[in-house]
C-alpha cells in the first residue's frame, strides 16, 4: 500500500514545480523530500518526474499517480473531517451519499423534507459515483447512496426510486433545436455526441452508448466529460449535443435547448443502504420519499419504509 504521507510529498513537488519550493511548503529539508519521492518511485515501479526539465514535469504514470492522488487525499480529509464531527457531536447522524444528476431530480426537496422530520439528525452530503457509493455503504462511511446505476452487491440492497425519462440536449441555434415534437435516435447518429461522466465505468455513460446500440445507432463520441454540469457547459458552448435526464431542464441554462425523444428511454433513479440497516433514519428517509413521491404523483416502490416517524 502506498504510503499517503508519500503521496503529500508527491502533490507538493508536482505543484510547485520544484524540491526547493516543496520542502518549503511542507516544513522538511530537501534532501529526506527527495528521498521520500525515490522511495514513492520504488513503490509504484517507475519514474514519476523528469528531472531533466524546470519546472519538474510528470512522466505519463506520474500524470496517472497524480489525479489519483488527490482524490485519495481529498477522501481522507472528507473521512477525517466526519470523524471528527462525530467524535464532538451527540446528535445522531446520516450520512448521505449522490450523484451530482440527482440533484436535479428533487433531491433537495427530499433532503428539505428529512430535515423538517428529523431536527436532532444531524445529515451529511457526500458527492459520489455509484460505483464509490457501494465501497463506502461497506465501510460504513455513507448510509445512503443516490445513484443511477444498476449493481449486484450481497452486502448492499438497492431500490429502483423510479425511471426518469431521458431528452436530447442541443446548442440554442442548433437546426435541431429550433423544430417542434420528439427527436429520433437516428436523427442524431450523425450529431457529435458529449457523454458523461469519464469515469468510473461503468456509468451512466454506457446507459446513453446502450441507449444508442439498442437502436442499431452508433454514437459519434466527441468528448467524454467529467461530470453532467461540464456537459451541459460545452453543450451550450456548441461543442456537440448530449442525452440528459429530464429534470436536467430545471438548471434553466439559456444557451441549451431540450427535446423529447421519440424513443422510450429512461434512467432509473436508485436508493441503495446496507443489507439488514434498520436504524430509525433509514426508516424515516424511506417515509419521506414515500410521502413526497405521492405529493408529486409519482409511483410509491413497494420496497420503501413507509411507518417511519420522527424520533
Do not use: C
Request: glycine share 6%; aromatic share 6%.
Amino acid at each position: 500500500m502506498i504510503d499517503l504521507r508519500l503521496l503529500r510529498y508527491f502533490v507538493a513537488v508536482t505543484e510547485e514545480g520544484n524540491f526547493h519550493r516543496a520542502a518549503e511548503r511542507l516544513h522538511i529539508a530537501q534532501p529526506p523530500l527527495s528521498r521520500a519521492i525515490q522511495q514513492l518511485e520504488v513503490d509504484v515501479g517507475s519514474p514519476l518526474l523528469d528531472r531533466t526539465t524546470r519546472p519538474l514535469r510528470l512522466t505519463p504514470v506520474g500524470k496517472l499517480l497524480y489525479s489519483q492522488a488527490l482524490q485519495m487525499l481529498a477522501r481522507m480529509e472528507d473521512l477525517q473531517t466526519m470523524v471528527r464531527a462525530a467524535a464532538t457531536s451527540k446528535r445522531r447522524r446520516l450520512v448521505l451519499g449522490f450523484v451530482a444528476s440527482t440533484i436535479y431530480a428533487r433531491l433537495p426537496e427530499l433532503i428539505r423534507e428529512f430535515r423538517k422530520a428529523a431536527r436532532d439528525v444531524e445529515l451529511v452530503l457526500v458527492e459520489s459515483t455509484t460505483l464509490d457509493q457501494i465501497a463506502a455503504l461497506k465501510d460504513g462511511r455513507i448510509d445512503i447512496g443516490f445513484g443511477r446505476i444498476r449493481f449486484e452487491d450481497p452486502a448492499v440492497r438497492r431500490i429502483i426510486l423510479r425511471h426518469e425519462r431521458l431528452i436530447a440536449a442541443f446548442p440554442m441555434d442548433h437546426p435541431l433545436a429550433r423544430q417542434e415534437g420528439p427527436v429520433s435516435l437516428k436523427e442524431l447518429a450523425d450529431e457529435p455526441q458529449i457523454l458523461y461522466p469519464r469515469s468510473p465505468r461503468p456509468s451512466y455513460a454506457d446507459q446513453v452508448i446502450s441507449l444508442f446500440r439498442d437502436h442499431a445507432v452508433e454514437p459519434r463520441i466527441v468528448h467524454e466529460a467529467r461530470e453532467l454540469q461540464i456537459a451541459i457547459g460545452l453543450v451550450a458552448a456548441e461543442e456537440g449535443m448530449a442525452i440528459v435526464p429530464e429534470s436536467v431542464r430545471r438548471a434553466r441554462s439559456h444557451d441549451v435547448a431540450y427535446r423529447e425523444l421519440a424513443e422510450p428511454a429512461t434512467s432509473p433513479i436508485i436508493l441503495s443502504h446496507r443489507a439488514g440497516d434498520t436504524s430509525p433514519e433509514l426508516e424515516l428517509m424511506g417515509a419521506v420519499i414515500a410521502r413526497m413521491y405521492q405529493e408529486w404523483g409519482y409511483g410509491v416502490p413497494a420496497g420503501l419504509q413507509v411507518s417511519g416517524a420522527p424520533s
